[in-house]
Each structure stands twice: as structure tokens, then as C-alpha cells.
């Protein structure tokens, strides 16, 4: 990040200064793990469900970092001590950013696909300029303002992902890193457990259009009517995109070849050309409009965007990854997390893949959280669809995920056609005994149903 002193930390964070002077200079990572640690950072001590960052405030110091901030002074240690170091923690990266005034920030937000985005945006705009996207999902209070003090004085575009549990996480999130361009991929139903419902999303959603900056850019999906109805809520320029006539950045002609990988017309302005992506899943295409739309709204050529699009892929793990093995099993890890929306749009990949290859295909599906009082219907429907698209094998994993099993069954799944087991163990050892050579497995489930372990078994076993 860019240099500053411990005196004005201080002051940004309401904290006191023990056993380090105001002239103290930060000018190196800031961290919440001391293994990161390392001479003129600072060091985040958070509290933890298990272990509490101030019993490694001291490995910190040793690390060299110039302070921490701590919610009490530690022997031996320079501290900036506050009421709560998570909150100064974003105070600081406040701090930075309104250092920054070139900085471009890319917010996004919405209920699937955000960093798949973040990392086709990414893709699109690094080469024109320094770019800070940080690899995987860090969308949340610690998450984003780590992100955000990644940024240097040479640093043109920050991207910054953004999730929602609650209405106003958004707001403050965008408080930390006003956006200059603004982003809304879809309302679904993830988190619709602790929201209620898809218009109470909507409204957390659209947070992030009401915090776009003066002079800045909207961008909204005009394929989802809650999305589109966003463009009320600010008076800055908005850019749109998707498969309706109207949008501003379209696709048209959509096709998906036989390994899943989607390719359309791409309409920009007056600009119409051919991309054809290296990303399994025709839902892709919708985060490339949006991605596009991004790019076109911080000055890229629609000629740059759709080169980008067509050599892009993405950075984090664990989203359509496919990897085929030795011994001819093609594993697809879609396991780093899920909701019904991307469950479906992974189940009709795992069949187009299947189908042009003359193939078996294996759902091997775990249990989608966070969706309240739905959740039983939900996992039923995800299930009939599997029965539906004629998944050849469905092995649905933990308690959790049952219903889907349930759904197969009542919608006329025979056989083994569906399997329920309660452990990842077990489902592991059911995959080892009875997949074939030319087997598609796709591995799907929310992050804290791990499933994403069961993946990297599968793809370890004939490496």
C-alpha cells in the first residue's frame, strides 16, 4: 500500500499509539495471519471462533512489521490500539483510497457469477493498466478492505467484489471504496434465507448503484427485471447489458460447442464481432456482457473487449474446472460454492458436455445453504431437474442435501440412477469403485459442505 504513518493511522482510527511513534511509516502489506508478516506491514489482530490474533501479535513484531492493531497494548510489541481492529481496519483502507484520486473503482455485486466476473474484468482491463483483483472471494468486511489496501500510487483499477448478508452491508463496503463504476450482475435466491425474499435482495443489491460516484457509471443486467428497475435509484450514467434487444451490450446467436464452452455475436455500439469463450457454461455469457460493459465504461475499444473475452480465463479455482484425468474420467470442480441458480446452470454444462462426447455423466451434488425456509423445496427442484436433463448418476451428499435425493425419486429416478450417502468418505469411495474411462463428474456444493475436497480427491487419484 502507500506509505503512511502511524500518527495519521492513529488518527483515521481513533486509536492510541503504544510503544511506537507517530513518525512510524507503514509501507508494507497489511495482514490478519502473522505467517504473512513481513518488515514495515501491519498486523491485524482479529479475534477468531478458535484462536485470537493477538497471541501472534508477537511473531508479527518479530516478522518486523512497524505496528498492529490490537484492542489492547501487548508486551514488547508496537500496537495502535482500538475498540475494534475490523473496523479500523476499513477506516484505514478509507484512508488510502481517498489518497487515490485517479484510482478507478470496480464494484460489483449480485447473487451469482460475481467472481467469475471479477476475474473476466480483471482479465479485460490489466493490460491497459495496473490492476488490483485479488484471486478467489474476498467480498466481505475483511475481504475488501484488504483488497483496497492493496492499491499503490501506480495502481489505475481496483476491482472490488462485493456480497450482501444484511441491508446496508453493501453501503458500508462502498463507503470503504466509493465505486466509480458500479455493477449489478442478478438478484437470485442465495442468502434468500437470511433476506426473506428476492425484492428484499433487490434492495440490498442495488446499495451499489446508489453509492456509484458523480460522473460514474452504472452497469445493470437488463435481462432481470430487479436489476433493470436499479436504473431509478441513480441519477449517474447507466450502461446495460444481455440478451434483450434493448441492451446496450448484447449477445446474439448464442451457441455452446461440444465441451460447454459458449459463443455469440457481441454487440457494442456500432461494433458487432464473434467471441467465442474458453469458459465451460453457457451462463458465462452473461458474465462476459457484464465484464464487456465494464470494460467499455472505463474506456476500452469494443475490438480490445472482444480479444480480451476470447483469449480470457478465469483465476480462481474450483469454478467449471475441468480437468480430465489419465485414466480418461473428466473431472469438472464447480465446488466452491452454490446456489439454485448456479446449480442449474452447472447440471445443463454437465449434460451438454456429456451429450457430445456420447458420455456417462455424474452430478455428485451436496447441499446448498443459506436459503431459509426454501430449502427443502429448492434441493427437491435441483433434484427433479437432474431426472429431468437425464443425468445418467446422481450421488447427493450430507443430511442437508437429502431432498434432492427425495426429488430424483418422486420424478422417476430408477435404480441407482440416484444415491444418497452422508459422508464425503463415503461418496468418495462409491466414485473409486464405479467410475469408468470417459465419465464426466461434475462436483457441486456450497463452500461449507466442502465438497471442493471431494474434487481434489477425484483429480489427485490419476494425476
Not at 103 to 111: E, N
Not at 184 to 199: A, K, P, R, Y
Not at 389 to 395: A, E, I, K, M, Y
Request: negative net charge; hydrophobic residues 45%.
Amino acid at each position: 500500500m502507500i506509505p503512511v504513518s502511524c500518527g495519521e493511522i492513529a488518527d483515521a482510527v481513533r486509536g492510541e499509539l503504544v510503544g511506537v511513534e507517530p513518525t512510524g511509516v507503514v509501507d508494507g502489506a497489511v495482514v490478519i495471519d502473522s505467517r504473512d508478516a513481513g518488515p514495515g506491514g501491519l498486523f491485524v489482530a482479529l479475534p477468531g471462533e478458535r484462536v485470537d490474533g493477538h497471541d501472534f501479535v508477537g511473531t508479527a513484531t518479530s516478522a518486523g512489521v512497524t505496528a498492529s492493531l490490537t484492542t489492547r497494548p501487548v508486551d514488547g510489541s508496537p500496537c495502535i490500539v482500538v475498540d475494534d481492529p475490523q473496523r479500523a481496519l476499513g477506516e484505514l483502507a478509507r484512508l488510502v483510497v481517498g489518497r487515490l484520486p485517479d484510482l478507478v473503482v470496480i464494484g460489483l455485486t449480485g447473487s451469482t457469477g460475481k467472481t467469475s466476473t471479477k476475474d473476466l474484468i480483471g482479465r479485460l482491463i490489466s493490460p491497459y493498466g495496473e490492476t488490483v483483483v485479488p484471486e478467489g472471494s474476498f467480498n466481505n468486511e475483511i475481504g475488501h478492505p484488504l483488497t483496497a489496501l492493496q492499491a499503490t500510487g501506480s495502481t489505475k483499477y481496483l476491482v472490488a467484489e462485493m456480497g450482501a448478508r444484511h441491508r446496508g452491508d453493501i453501503t458500508y463496503l462502498t463507503g470503504i471504496t466509493p465505486p466509480t463504476v458500479g455493477l449489478v450482475l442478478n438478484v437470485g435466491t442465495s442468502h434468500i434465507g437470511e433476506f426473506g425474499s428476492q425484492d428484499n435482495i433487490a434492495v440490498a443489491k442495488g446499495e451499489m448503484i446508489e453509492a456509484v460516484a458523480a460522473g460514474g457509471t452504472a452497469v445493470l443486467n437488463a435481462d432481470d427485471h430487479r436489476v433493470a428497475a436499479m436504473r431509478s435509484r441513480t441519477e449517474q450514467q447507466v450502461l446495460t447489458f444481455g440478451e434483450a434487444p434493448e441492451a446496450d451490450v448484447r449477445a446474439t446467436d448464442v451457441k455452446v460447442d461440444g465441451e460447454g464452452r459458449p459463443a455469440f455475436t457481441l454487440h457494442l455500439g456500432g461494433y458487432s464481432g464473434t467471441v467465442q469463450l474458453r469458459l465451460i457454461g453457457e451462463h458465462f455469457v452473461s458474465n462476459a456482457l457484464a465484464a464487456a460493459a465494464v470494460a467499455a465504461a472505463v474506456g476500452l475499444t469494443p475490438e480490445q473487449i472482444a480479444d480480451g473475452l476470447n483469449a480470457a480465463t478465469l483465476m480462481s479455482a474450483a469454478r467449471m474446472e475441468l480437468t480430465e484425468r489419465a485414466d480418461g474420467v473428466t473431472v469438472i470442480n464447480d465446488a466452491f460454492n452454490a446456489n439454485p441458480d448456479s446449480t442449474r446452470a452447472a447440471l445443463k454444462s454437465l449434460v451438454a458436455i456429456g451429450r457430445s462426447r456420447g458420455a456417462r455423466t455424474w452430478a455428485v451434488l451436496g447441499e446448498m445453504l443459506e436459503l431459509g425456509d426454501t430449502s427443502a423445496d429448492e434441493h427437491d427442484a435441483i433434484g427433479r431437474l437432474a431426472v429431468r436433463l437425464d443425468v445418467n448418476r446422481l450421488v447427493v451428499v450430507g443430511a442437508g442435501a437429502k431432498p434432492m435425493h427425495l426429488g430424483a425419486s418422486l420424478e422417476g429416478s430408477w435404480g441407482n440412477e440416484s444415491t444418497y450417502v452422508e459422508t464425503i468418505g463415503e461418496a468418495l469411495e462409491l466414485l473409486r469403485a464405479e467410475l469408468r474411462a470417459g465419465d464426466v463428474v461434475l462436483v457441486k456444493s456450497s463452500k461449507a459442505a466442502k465438497l471442493r475436497s471431494l474434487a481434489d480427491a477425484l483429480v489427485e487419484a490419476q494425476q
